[in-house]
């Protein structure tokens, strides 16, 4: 009833002109970075994080939440449309989403993806809303060893599920922690890797080498290959026939709890659920060989998966703290920067902001349905800019991103740099998530680890002796060893691929 | 065959770097009064980047090889890659002297003008750093590098 009634009070301040505004803003942002190849949620919202300096940190953090979960309605479009997705997490909606379109049935394949992402995103939402609190209100007991183990597990998850080896999900996430070890040692002050530079004594910026190893290493991906546009097909009829409904709010009623689920566990990515919604429709429809050809629950179970995971994955970040991706780690950095520390604090000391955020979002699903229902062709036509145009201005609208950061070309340079990277790393297959979400967390894994040993006075035992952390830890040795295993038998290719551009 | 081989590569270079991070480390105190030091974590991080690198290495031999001619970009696309290298590149050098409109239309140009018309892509060029000019600027007060005329 509690939760209830803040939620209320969420919606007045969400429902201000302003708010609604930047809501708006946000997920047209959103929409556009989905539709468009070559800018995903990550990279966008970093950019547009030197725009929130001057707003009110409620304004701030309702637009780029917009762009996290709007990028996940405007990636459908184009997957179906034109075979290609604009983010990851619709990969998936390219298998039975465009052979529909090529049947003429475009409209209904967008329409079933459109309702289904509406009803995910929204029960995820209600979801956040009912057991945020209560999560938050029970990590409060939380010290800093069971911190610690909490962000061991989620890096373990992250590393263990993401990409196709292990070897080189761990060589990721070990890159991003020595990356930031550079500056300041946050326990004693010492300088660390700054080669008496002054640029280097803040470390790296999260910001930049996101932009650089997402946005720069697409561009330069892009560039490459420079992809054909080809003609878009009529989007009519969008919704689906009276026999296809049953099935379909099926699916959607799955895909829902599958996301849901699986944004609670920390290290998971959009990818995973909408994937394991793909193979579980497969494996109980009656007629298996429908998949591929154009089946409806194809498209409307990953399409709700991924956008139920969305509102559950800022659970860990209200929460915990926590980011579970680097779109959710760069909004982390939006909350620092604004004066916010997530965590378990976050709806005691700021209730309005975090009730605002919540209601905002209902807000922003209802605003993408009705941008995705009726305005799908629309949005399509933007997917039909020409590469040899949409990569250059992305470009330098990602320089003037980063310049804008600390007003510095070292941050373009930094981003430069990390695209070249990020570059390789992908034609080499490296995941580049664990090294954005190691960046974020290895200061306060190093922090919390440092508080531990002076509570245990040494003794790295005793975090088996608290009941959370050893179950967490325990958790993490155990999915290592599974990682390990699934390595040496060469069984890691069913949840590959880097997640979230 | 080896030389041929991407992965070692990489993994050589990663190596390198873990070994350099590794003998950075020794520079820093591993332990102080109050418990670990600055240095515990760069030694042990760098200690299992190297070990990692090593196993990259034997693994990129045996198992999944990634060959340089698949990885490294050829013709057109090298061309645009190294394009779009060089705008940001001329970018960063000059923008400090001529102001953003100069320096973003100079970068523009230089990733546009082979798909383009030289005449077209510097009207694409100018009319697009305008418009971001524009919006980042006198809109949004975002601080851009600007010359002494104030663009």
């Not at chain 1, 969305?310 to 680097?326: R, V, Y």
């Not at chain 1, 599974?482 to 590959?496: Q, R, T, W, Y």
Request: net charge positive.
């Amino acid at each position: 009833m509690d939760s209830l009634m803040q939620l209320l009070g969420g919606f007045e301040t969400a429902l201000s002109w302003w708010n609604l505004f930047y809501c708006l803003v946000g997920v047209t942002v959103g929409m556009l970075v989905g539709v468009l190849p070559g800018l995903g949620p990550a990279t966008a919202t970093a950019l547009l994080i030197p725009i929130t300096f001057g707003m009110d940190p409620i304004s701030a953090i309702i637009m780029l939440a917009g762009i996290y979960y709007g990028g996940m309605y405007g990636g459908t479009i184009t997957s179906v449309l034109i075979n290609t997705p604009g983010e990851a997490a619709s990969v998936i909606t390219c298998l039975d989403g465009y052979p529909l379109a090529k049947q003429g049935r475009a409209g209904v394949a967008l329409g079933v993806a459109a309702i289904g992402s509406f009803i995910g995103g929204t029960i995820s939402i209600i979801g956040l809303a009912f057991i945020g609190p209560a999560l938050a209100e029970w990590a409060l007991k939380f010290g800093p060893p069971e911190f610690f183990a909490l962000m061991l597990f989620g890096l373990v998850m992250v590393v263990g599920l993401m990409g196709r080896s292990l070897i080189r999900g761990l060589i990721a996430a070990f890159l991003g922690l020595i990356l930031s070890l550079v500056g300041l040692d946050p326990v004693s002050g010492a300088q660390r890797f700054t080669f008496g530079q002054p640029f280097l004594l803040e470390g790296f910026d999260i910001v930049t080498i996101t932009m650089g190893l997402f946005g720069i290493s697409e561009i330069l991906l892009g560039m490459e290959s420079m992809y054909k546009t080809g003609e878009l097909p009529k989007v009519k009829g969008l919704l689906p026939r009276r026999d296809e409904w049953k099935p379909t709010m099926k699916a959607i009623g799955r895909g829902t709890a599958l996301g849901f689920v699986s944004g609670l566990v920390p290290g998971t990515s959009s990818t995973i659920p909408a994937l394991l919604s793909y193979s579980l429709e497969r494996q109980i429809a009656k007629d298996k060989s429908r998949f591929g050809k154009g089946a409806i629950e194809g498209v409307a179970g990953p399409e709700t998966a991924n956008n139920a995971y969305c509102g559950s994955a800022l659970i860990p970040l209200f929460t915990l703290g926590i980011p579970s991706s680097p779109t959710i780690a760069i909004l982390l950095g939006a909350f620092i920067m604004h004066g916010l520390t997530p965590g378990p604090t976050l709806f005691m000391e700021n209730p309005n902001f975090v009730w605002a955020i919540i209601a905002s979002m209902f807000i922003g699903n209802l605003i993408l349905l009705i941008m995705n229902l009726p305005l799908a062709g629309m949005w399509a036509k933007v997917a039909l800019v020409p590469p040899k145009l949409l990569y250059p201005i992305i470009l330098l609208i990602t320089v003037l991103g980063a310049y804008s950061i600390n007003n510095s070309l070292w941050d373009v340079g930094v981003m430069y740099a990390f695209g070249i990277i990020g570059y390789f790393m992908k034609k080499l297959d490296i995941p580049m998530a664990p090294v954005v979400l190691t960046i974020v967390l290895s200061k306060l894994m190093e922090t919390s680890l440092t508080q531990s040993m002076t509570i245990f006075e040494g003794n790295m035992f005793a975090f088996f002796q608290r009941p959370i952390s050893a179950t967490l830890i325990v958790l993490s040795i155990v999915v290592l060893i599974f990682s390990v295993f699934a390595e040496v038998k060469n069984k890691k290719s069913a949840l590959a691929g880097d997640i979230e551009m | 065959m080896i030389r041929q081989n991407a992965g070692i590569w990489a993994g050589i270079v990663l190596l390198l770097f873990s070994v350099f991070v590794f003998w950075q480390s020794f520079s820093l105190h591993y332990r102080t009064a109050f418990g670990p030091g600055p240095g515990m974590f760069p030694r042990w991080l760098s200690g299992i980047l190297i070990v990692l690198s090593l196993v990259y290495i034997w693994q990129s031999a045996r198992k999944e090889i990634f060959r340089l001619s698949e990885i490294l970009p050829k013709g057109e696309g090298l061309i645009n890659i190294l394009s779009v290298l060089l705008s940001v590149f001329v970018f960063m050098v000059i923008v400090n002297r001529t102001g953003f409109m100069i320096a973003g239309t100079a970068m523009l140009f230089i990733v546009l003008f082979r798909h383009f018309k030289w005449y077209a892509a510097l009207i694409i060029a100018f009319v697009v750093t305008l418009i971001l000019f524009l919006i980042f600027k006198p809109l949004l007060g975002v601080p851009i590098p600007v010359n002494q005329f104030g663009w």
